[in-house]
């Protein structure tokens, strides 16, 4: 089987106004950011492999941020403009990698067992990751400027999104090692708080500007689109309208107002492969 995926990256803007293309960064996307700058970050192959690339929405400028065969994935940028982190096989395993947000000075973070899906903290001190280190998924955190690691969870537990005041987490949680739920933890000790079993798991949730609702992909039919469900209860309020297409990503601006998504379809082929005689 051979699995292809064509995506574009759109910027719906949520209050009022029709979402707009940005296909100047290419059509195979995996994984969007923002920074405080209004730019966005995305894997992309522009350059032959996977890299991260910046592009400016005002005037449509493509920057890249790395440059090597090294796969990169889930890009995080810190709200200080200062730290752009995500995950790199550089050192064989992936690893959590830290640069500057115009990629230069790239270093690792941690080391040994496997990590991967970073995010950083609302106060840009620590990386919050998924890493195999107790032989399954869990959360650990880090300090942004290198360290020692920290424990925060001990279930598997994957592709964590911290709060906008930085006290809860919101990630793939499970309690038995079966079952997987999206559950919001606190920061300070993995307390569970919420869980919402019927909550698709289509991409990584986010959060909302306010912190009061949690952020998820929903596809019906050949549609997907993203849903606002309330952490203290209620119903799911839908925030896109599309008629077609799946979203596999998805990232809200620092300010609420926009939604960056990766659109596209994914293909599924059979393909023979003869030996030469």
């Known amino acids: 089987m051979q699995r292809d995926r064509f995506s574009n990256l759109w910027v719906v803007p949520l209050g009022g106004g029709a979402p707009q293309p940005i296909p100047e960064i290419g059509e195979r996307l995996y994984g969007v950011v923002w920074t405080n700058s209004g730019k966005l970050i995305s894997q992309t192959d522009i350059g032959g492999h996977s890299d991260l690339w910046s592009v400016d929405l005002h005037s449509r400028e493509l920057h890249q941020l790395t440059d090597d065969n090294y796969a990169k994935q889930y890009p995080a940028a810190s709200t200080d403009g200062q730290y752009l982190v995500y995950a790199s096989n ?44 107790s032989g399954f998924y869990a959360l650990w955190k880090i300090p942004i400027g290198g360290g020692a690691s920290t424990q925060i969870t001990r279930v598997p537990t ?42 698709p798991m289509e991409a990584p949730v986010r959060w909302s500007a306010d912190g009061k609702s949690l952020l998820y992909v929903s596809t019906n039919g050949d549609a997907s689109n993203i849903w606002a469900q309330p952490v203290d209860g209620g119903l ?6 599309y008629t077609e297409g799946r979203i596999f990503a998805f990232a809200l601006s620092l300010d609420g107002m926009y939604l960056a998504c990766i659109r596209g379809r994914s293909t599924s082929d059979v393909v023979l492969l003869e030996a030469a005689k």
């Not at 395993?93 to 950083?120: H, M, Y």
């Not at 006290?167 to 919402?196: M, N, P, R, W």
């Not at 799911?236 to 309208?241: A, Y």
Request: glycine share 6%; charged share 20%.
């Open 158 to 199: 994957q592709y964590p999104a911290v709060s906008p005041d930085g006290k809860l987490i919101a990630c793939q949680y499970s309690s038995d090692g079966k079952t997987v739920s999206i559950t919001v933890l606190q920061e300070k000790d993995g307390k569970v708080l919420h869980s919402f079993p019927d909550m």
């Open 90 to 133: 550089r050192s064989g395993a992936f690893q959590i990698w830290r640069s500057n947000q115009d990629g230069s000075k790239p270093l690792p973070l941690t080391s040994g067992a496997s990590a991967e899906e970073a995010v950083i903290t609302p106060d840009n001190k620590w990386v919050v990751y998924a890493s195999m280190e």
């Open 236 to 241: 799911p309020r839908q925030l896109t309208h």
